[in-house]
Structures are given as C-alpha cells and as structure tokens.
C-alpha cells in the first residue's frame, strides 16, 4: 500500500504594492496596474500587506510624491512589515530627468532588505548583469519619454499661440477671456479660475468692461501725456475706488504691468519665461519669444503704447549700475528688511524688475548693496514666487467653491472669503524650511485680526515649487499665533490635512431636506 505525502504550502512572501498616475499618461490608471501587480503576486506567492498609492502626480521628481516618500521613509526607518515591493513598470517607480535619482532610490529599498519587482517588464529584477542594463536603459527611455512629450506639448503650445489662440494664464484688467469653438464661434466668457472642457475649443482675449477700457487708456494718458509716475498713478485709481482685476489696490508694480504688456495693443506673447521639466524657471531673452502680433482686438493704440515703452526705457537708461546700487543702499538706509514690494513702491528708485534685468536677479543687487538679510538669500526669491503664485490658489478655491454650488464674497482689502453668507475662510501660503538635519518644516503665523472660521494653509514641497498639501484649520483648534508644522504632526493636527480641495469644496454644498407633513 503506497503512501502520498502532501507537500507543505509555502508561506506567502509580504510585499507593499506602490502604484502612481501621472497627469501626463492617464491610461496608467492605479486600477490597471493593481490588476497586474495582484496577478504578478498570485504567480510568484506574494501577500500585499500595503498599498502606496500617488494619483495624479508626475513622475519626474520626488517632490509632491507623499506616497513614494513615505515608502522610502518606512524602508529607512525600519518600520516596513514586507520584504518586497511590487510595481507596475520602471516609469512608474519614476521618469527622473537623472536615472541614478531612480537607482538611488531603489537601491535604498535593496540595502534595507527589500527587493523590488518590475511586475510588467520582460526582465527579472534580480541583480544581475542583463537586468542592470535593461533598467539603466528603461530609466533613461523614462526621462527620454518625459523630454520628448515636454518637447511636443511645447510646440504645440506654440502653435497656438501662432494662430493667435490664449496659453493660461489671466486675462489681466481691462481684459476677458473668451470661449471659442472649432469654427471661430464665440461660446462664453470665462471667468476667473474656469477652464475650456472641450479639447476642440480655443480661448481668446476680448475687451472687457467699457468702464475697465476706459480705465487702461486713462492710465496711457495719464503716464504719457500727464507725465505721471506710476506711485501718483497708482495712488488716484485708488483715491476713485477703483481696483485691480484681482480686486486689491494699485501700486507702483501693478500699474507698470499694465504699462508693459503688449496684450493691450493686441500681441499674444509666449515663452517669456520657461519652467520645463520642473527645472529651475527663468527668463528667456526676447528673441527666442513666441508671438502672434495684432491676435486680439486693442485696448489702446500702438502710438500710445511705444511711446510708454520708450518712456520707461529711456529713464531706465538715466541709472547707471553704481546709481543703482546706491538707490538699494538709501532704501536700505531707511527701512530695516527690502522685498520686490518695498522696492516698488518706493519713489525715484528703479523698479525690482529693472534690477532683475539690470542684474540677473534681486539677490546679485541685494549683494552688490551690502545687504545681509537675517535669513539666507534664497527665501527672498521664494516669497516672490509664492506671491505669484497666490491668485491662482485662492481663485481655484473660488472656482470648486462656485461649481459646489456655493455662493462666495471675496473682501478686496482681507481676501477673506464669505461663503453662503454663513462663514468665512482666508488662505495662507507655507513655504517648506529644511533643518541641518534634513527635517522638513513649516511656519504659519496665524492672523488673529482676520480670524476667518477656516484657515486655508498650503504646505509647498522641498523646492518650493509646487503645492504639497492642505491642511483646513478651524480658528476654534487655532490657540496660538503661530504654529510649526513637521513632516508628522500628530493626530491632533494631521486630522485637518487633505491632499485636495474636494473636501473643502463640499463642506460649502447646500442640502435638500424633505419636511415632514
């Protein structure tokens, strides 16, 4: 009589799944690479214990991925519960411009004990001499891809804007944009924070309100004919009440802006600045601009818009270098810290954007002038950008707010925003510090006059460039003025934090209720 033994099963091997859908390559849905990671376990005996999951996030660089820095922070750390992470392909472990970036951040994994499986590449991940090539190959196609794409969306843009069709951006005061179709037909206007939903439709720049027009060549007047400074300018829009298309008050910049930009005489200008590839941005030199001349009908003529230019130029070029250094130096005389804004504002000094030209960038200036500010250098620039930045964060807020349904007043001098006539919220930008330790930090100051119901505060990533989080701070949990965030914070902090508005968005939406009879 013959005895069959059975073989005992084999315990499955732990692993963490990590799957990421980039905004640029959205047939890489985390759904479809779930469904293969669970096959590619199934095959080779493993138990996902834990997802990592970045949706919408690019590829290109760490930052913003909170998912993939956590994984690596737990393989660091020694707190991750699975020898092995499964992943879709090698472009979704990342499309790092540097493919040793992405070799650095697996062999982190691989030094830790972890081993990571390419579950749909033709190669096994094994270490060896044929599958270190492929994947050198692989990542460097990653980045190649990424490049190209960048390359192609460039040119299309480009060609748009030859056609004479709007890039983003605002449409600035005095201006609207318009939605058009295939056929050149006018569909709406768009108002601030909308965006076109067919990909057939174009947007265009049209005149805006008659009283907004009259305003724009009032100011060419009053700057050319008048022989007024932008400050004097500046100072009688907002003795009349008038304000600014973003609903704030004029100043020095704000009126040179408008003075400066060939939108109103009609040009569709592109390329002035480039920020590629999250690469460092800068300013191109005029020319390598994209342009389509007379594109959209003029707000004011052409004699009055050069003859301005030639204005701001030829005072320009009355300040010598050393002139220049030393109106830094008497401005420096009289206020303890400088910024861009103060810079501005201030009379018989050139603007900040004529030291940035004059220079390369305010920083050069600030060295060149013998000022030392209390931080290093860098936080200037940053404050600037996040300044920039600012309008079209609190205009998206508007935007989600309105299309929840929600009706919303914008204060001109707080930004406060009233929602539904029943609270209020203001936002607030955190630019990210970094510790000689390498932690990760983040300031707010909380502003205790205001005090708004709900605090918007935006977390920014490492480099500063780009929105890492939210966290919805009601003014009840909000005791001290000031509060520092960390990486983790905590559950009596992190409960507020959201990687989106959506939540937000729907606090503000009304409900029907039925009434008994």
Same mark, same amino acid.
């Given at each position: 009589?013959?005895?069959?033994?059975?073989?005992?099963? &084999?315990?499955?091997?732990?692993?963490?799944?990590?799957?990421?859908?980039?905004?640029?390559?959205?047939?890489?849905?985390?759904?479809?690479?779930?469904?293969?990671?669970?096959?590619?376990?199934?095959?080779?005996?493993?138990?996902?214990?834990?997802?990592?999951?970045?949706?919408?996030?690019?590829?290109?660089?760490?930052?913003?991925?909170?998912?993939?820095?956590?994984?690596?922070?737990?393989?660091?750390?020694?707190?991750?519960?699975?020898?092995?992470?499964?992943?879709?392909?090698?472009?979704?472990?990342?499309?790092?411009?540097?493919?040793?970036?992405?070799?650095?951040?697996?062999?982190?994994?691989?030094?830790?004990?972890?081993?990571?499986?390419?579950?749909?590449?033709?190669?096994?991940?094994?270490?060896?001499?044929?599958?270190?090539?492929?994947?050198?190959?692989?990542?460097?196609?990653?980045?190649?891809?990424?490049?190209?794409?960048?390359?192609?969306?460039?040119?299309?843009?480009?060609?748009?804007?030859?056609?004479?069709?709007?890039?983003?951006?605002?449409?600035?005061?005095?201006?609207?944009?318009?939605?058009?179709?295939?056929?050149?037909?006018?569909?709406?206007?768009?108002?601030?924070?909308?965006?076109?939903?067919?990909?057939?439709?174009?947007?265009?720049?049209?005149?805006?309100?008659?009283?907004?027009?009259?305003?724009?060549?009032?100011?060419?007047?009053?700057?050319?004919?008048?022989?007024?400074?932008?400050?004097?300018?500046?100072?009688?829009?907002?003795?009349?009440?008038?304000?600014?298309?973003?609903?704030?008050?004029?100043?020095?910049?704000?009126?040179?802006?408008?003075? &400066?930009?060939?939108?109103?005489?009609?040009?569709?200008?592109?390329?002035?600045?480039?920020?590629?590839?999250?690469?460092?941005?800068?300013?191109?030199?005029?020319?390598?601009?994209?342009?389509?001349?007379?594109?959209?009908?003029?707000?004011?003529?052409?004699?009055?818009?050069?003859?301005?230019?030639?204005?701001?130029?030829?005072?320009?070029?009355?300040?010598?270098?050393?002139?220049?250094? &030393?109106?830094?130096?008497?401005?420096?005389?009289?206020?303890?810290?400088?910024?861009?804004?103060?810079?501005?504002?201030?009379?018989?000094?050139?603007?900040?954007?004529?030291?940035?030209?004059?220079?390369?960038?305010?920083?050069?200036?600030?060295?060149?002038?013998?000022?030392?500010?209390?931080?290093?250098?860098?936080?200037?620039?940053?404050?600037?950008?996040?300044?920039?930045?600012?309008?079209?964060?609190?205009?998206?807020?508007?935007?989600?707010?309105?299309?929840?349904?929600?009706?919303?007043?914008?204060?001109?001098? &707080?930004?406060?925003?009233?929602?539904?006539?029943?609270?209020?919220?203001?936002?607030?930008?955190?630019?990210?510090?970094?510790?000689?330790?390498?932690?990760?930090?983040?300031?707010?100051?909380?502003?205790?006059?205001?005090?708004?119901?709900?605090?918007?505060?935006?977390?920014?990533?490492?480099?500063?460039?780009?929105?890492?989080?939210?966290?919805?701070?009601?003014?009840?949990?909000?005791?001290?003025?000031?509060?520092?965030?960390?990486?983790?914070?905590?559950?009596?902090?992190?409960?507020?934090?959201?990687?989106?508005?959506?939540?937000?968005?729907?606090?503000?939406?009304?409900?029907?209720?039925?009434?008994?009879?």
């Amino acid at each position: 009589m013959s005895q069959t033994s059975e073989e005992p099963e &084999t315990k499955p091997v732990q692993a963490a799944q990590y799957v990421r859908m980039s905004t640029e390559h959205q047939q890489y849905s985390t759904a479809n690479q779930d469904d293969v990671i669970q096959e590619y376990a199934k095959q080779r005996n493993f138990e996902i214990v834990k997802t990592y999951a970045d949706e919408g996030k690019s590829g290109l660089n760490v930052a913003g991925r909170r998912s993939l820095q956590a994984l690596i922070a737990d393989v660091q750390n020694g707190i991750a519960d699975y020898e092995a992470i499964l992943v879709y392909d090698v472009s979704r472990w990342g499309r790092f411009q540097d493919a040793d970036e992405s070799a650095y951040y697996e062999y982190l994994c691989k030094r830790a004990g972890i081993s990571v499986h390419y579950c749909a590449e033709q190669f096994e991940n094994d270490g060896g001499p044929t599958s270190t090539i492929i994947k050198s190959v692989k990542r460097a196609m990653a980045g190649e891809y990424s490049r190209e794409l960048s390359t192609k969306v460039f040119q299309g843009q480009c060609r748009l804007i030859e056609l004479g069709y709007r890039q983003g951006g605002p449409a600035g005061f005095g201006l609207r944009r318009m939605l058009i179709d295939q056929s050149g037909e006018a569909k709406a206007q768009l108002a601030r924070g909308e965006c076109k939903s067919l990909q057939t439709d174009r947007v265009i720049l049209v005149k805006g309100p008659e009283q907004e027009i009259e305003t724009v060549n009032r100011v060419y007047q009053m700057f050319v004919v008048e022989g007024q400074r932008e400050r004097q300018i500046a100072d009688q829009l907002n003795s009349e009440g008038i304000a600014t298309d973003l609903g704030r008050s004029w100043n020095r910049g704000t009126v040179r802006q408008l003075l &400066t930009n060939e939108k109103y005489i009609g040009n569709n200008v592109y390329n002035r600045t480039s920020f590629k590839l999250k690469q460092r941005r800068v300013s191109n030199e005029p020319n390598i601009w994209v342009r389509k001349d007379a594109a959209f009908e003029a707000v004011i003529s052409q004699e009055l818009f050069y003859t301005a230019q030639g204005i701001i130029r030829e005072r320009s070029k009355c300040y010598s270098d050393e002139e220049m250094i &030393t109106c830094l130096r008497l401005l420096m005389d009289q206020n303890p810290t400088l910024s861009a804004g103060l810079i501005d504002a201030a009379e018989n000094t050139p603007t900040s954007s004529t030291y940035r030209t004059r220079f390369g960038s305010l920083i050069r200036a600030y060295r060149l002038a013998g000022y030392q500010p209390d931080r290093d250098y860098e936080y200037i620039e940053i404050n600037q950008k996040l300044r920039e930045m600012y309008p079209d964060l609190i205009g998206d807020v508007v935007s989600r707010l309105g299309a929840a349904g929600a009706s919303v007043t914008q204060d001109v001098d &707080t930004d406060l925003l009233l929602i539904n006539g029943e609270y209020s919220a203001s936002m607030m930008l955190s630019r990210c510090r970094q510790t000689e330790a390498g932690s990760l930090r983040w300031m707010i100051n909380v502003e205790q006059k205001i005090a708004p119901d709900i605090t918007i505060l935006v977390r920014m990533d490492a480099a500063n460039e780009h929105v890492v989080d939210y966290y919805l701070l009601p003014i009840m949990d909000i005791q001290a003025p000031r509060l520092l965030l960390c990486e983790s914070n905590g559950v009596y902090l992190d409960t507020y934090q959201f990687d989106n508005l959506d939540y937000f968005a729907a606090l503000s939406e009304r409900k029907k209720f039925e009434v008994a009879a």
